[in-house]
C-alpha cells in the first residue's frame, strides 16, 4: 500500500506531520480528515523503503485480543472509568506486546486523547478495524457494546481462519516431508549405491539412471536449489508488494481446485461479517467499505468493492457491481439487494456470514477427506520411486552372484 508523506493542523491548531498508508492520495486525505488532521500538503514517497513490511512482532495476537476486548467490555459495563481499566488490563494480561501498548495508550490518554486516536498511534498493533469501531462507540455512547460485538467478531474470523489453515496445512506438511525424504535419500542414500553398482558395471535400468544422476547432480549443486527457494521467497514478496501483480495472484488462487472455492467462501464471510458489524456501530457505508477494501487482503474482491463505493456514490446499489462479477454468488448480492430496500442490510450480511462460515466449516471436512488419501498416494509414488530405482538393479546384482 502506498505511504504518503504529510503535513497538517489537528484540532487546536497544532502544525503536525508524518506518514500515512493509503490506496490514493485522496482516501489519504479522507484518512486525515477523520482523524482531525487539516492537510496543508501530501505527497506520496516512493521507494522499497516505504513498501509495507510486518515483522510480524507488533501486533497484538489475536487470542491474546479476543481475551482483551472482553475484559475491556465488562469492565467498562461495571462504571469503571476508561483510563483506569485501561491500566487494569496492562497490569493483568500475560502478552508483553499488549502491555507495552497499552501502557502508552494511558499516557496518550491522561493527555486528553481519545482512546480512539490513541489506539491508531501504537503502530498497527490493534486492527484498522477496532480504531474505526471504537470510534464509532465513542461517538454513539455505546463503546461497551461495541467492545463486546468486537470481541465476538474476532472470534468468529479467527475460528474461519484456523479452518481455512487447518485445510492447508495437511497437504503442506505432507509436501514439506516429501521434499524432506526426497533429499535425504537423493545426498546420502542414492550415492552410497552408486559407488556399488559402478563396481559391478553392466546396463543400469533408466529409472535408476535417473534417480542416480539427481543423486550427482543435487550433491555437488544443492546450494541451486538453496538460491532458488530464495529467489521464489524474495519474488512472491514483491509480487504481493504491487496491487496489479497481486491481483493476479489473488486470482489464481480463487481459480484452484478445491482450495479456490474454499477461500472464496472464507473472504466472503470474512468480508459480509466486517460489513455487518461496520453497519450496525453506526459507521457511514462508504467509511465501512473503505475500511473493508483495506483489511480483506484480496485484490479481487477489493477491487469490485471499491466499484461498489462509485457505484453508491453515484446512487445506485451497492450490489450493481457484484451481480455481474463471477467471485461473488447470487445470493451474496440477492441478499444485499435486499438488505438496501428494506433497510436491514446489516442484518442480511449478517445471515450472509453466518451460511458462508458454515460453509468453510463443510468444505475444510470435505477437502481433508479428499486430499488425505491423496497426499498418501503421492508421498508413496516418490519414496517407493526412488527406492524402487534402487531395489531393481540390487536384485539383478544378486541372481548375478547366484
Known amino acids: 500500500m502506498p505511504v504518503f508523506q504529510y503535513q497538517g493542523r489537528n484540532k487546536t491548531g497544532k502544525r503536525k506531520s508524518g506518514k500515512v498508508m493509503a490506496e490514493n492520495r485522496k482516501e489519504a486525505v479522507l484518512r486525515l480528515r477523520e482523524s482531525g488532521v487539516s492537510v496543508i500538503s501530501i505527497n506520496e514517497l516512493n521507494g522499497i523503503l516505504y513498501k509495507e513490511i510486518s515483522l510480524g512482532g507488533k501486533k497484538v495476537k ?42 502508552a495508550v494511558v499516557q496518550n490518554l491522561e493527555e486528553g486523547k481519545p482512546y480512539s486516536d490513541a489506539a491508531e498511534e ?52 505432507v509436501g514439506i516431508i516429501s521434499i524432506v525424504i526426497v533429499i535425504f535419500l537423493l545426498s546420502t542414500v542414492v550415492p552410497a549405491f552408486a559407488g ?18 539427481l543423486g550427482s547432480f543435487f550433491g555437488s549443486y544443492w546450494w541451486v536449489f538453496l538460491l532458488l527457494a530464495i529467489a521464489v521467497y524474495i519474488g512472491v ?76 456514490e453515484k446512487g445506485q446499489s451497492m450490489a450493481v457491481p457484484m451481480e455481474i462479477h463471477w467471485a461473488f454468488p447470487p445470493m451474496v448480492t440477492q441478499m444485499i439487494a435486499i438488505g438496501e430496500k428494506s433497510g436491514t442490510l446489516d442484518s442480511m450480511l449478517d445471515r450472509v456470514a453466518d451460511f ?24 508413496a509414488f516418490v519414496v517407493g520411486g526412488i527406492v524402487g530405482a534402487i531395489a531393481v538393479p540390487m536384485f539383478s546384482i544378486f541372481e548375478t552372484i547366484n
Do not use: C, H, W
Open 62 to 103: 489475536n487470542k491474546d485480543f479476543i481475551i482483551y476486548l472482553r475484559q475491556f467490555s465488562t469492565l467498562l459495563k461495571a462504571g469503571v472509568p476508561i483510563v483506569e481499566a485501561t491500566k487494569i488490563l496492562a497490569q493483568q494480561t500475560s502478552s508483553k506486546v499488549l502491555k507495552k501498548t497499552l501502557a
Open 122 to 173: 501504537q503502530n498497527g498493533a490493534f486492527p484498522p478495524l477496532f480504531t474505526n469501531m471504537v470510534r464509532a462507540g465513542e461517538a454513539g455512547g455505546n463503546l461497551d457494546e461495541i467492545l463486546e460485538r468486537m470481541a465476538v467478531y474476532f472470534e468468529k474470523q479467527y475460528r474461519t481462519r484456523q479452518k481455512v489453515k487447518s485445510a492447508m496445512m495437511y497437504p503442506a506438511t
Open 356 to 379: 458462508y462460515e458454515m460453509e468453510v466449516d463443510n468444505s475444510t471436512d470435505q477437502i481433508k477427506s479428499l486430499i488425505e488419501p491423496m497426499m498418501i498416494v503421492f508421498l
Open 237 to 312: 514478496y514483491l509480487l504481493i508488494s504491487n496491487r496489479k501483480t497481486k491481483y493476479f495472484l489473488d486470482y489464481v488462487l480463487l481459480k484452484l481446485p478445491l482450495f479456490g472455492s474454499l477461500l472464496q467462501k472464507a473472504q466472503i464471510a470474512r468480508m459480509t461479517r466486517t460489513l455487518s458489524s461496520l453497519f450496525s456501530s453506526s459507521v457511514p457505508i462508504l467509511q465501512s467499505i473503505m475500511i473493508v477494501e483495506r483489511i480483506l487482503g484480496n485484490e479481487v474482491l477489493s477491487k469490485v468493492l471499491r466499484e461498489a463505493r462509485t457505484s453508491i
Open 196 to 213: 556399488m553398482f559402478a563396481t559391478f558395471g553392466g546396463e543400469l535400468p533408466l529409472i535408476t539412471r535417473i534417480v542416480m544422476s
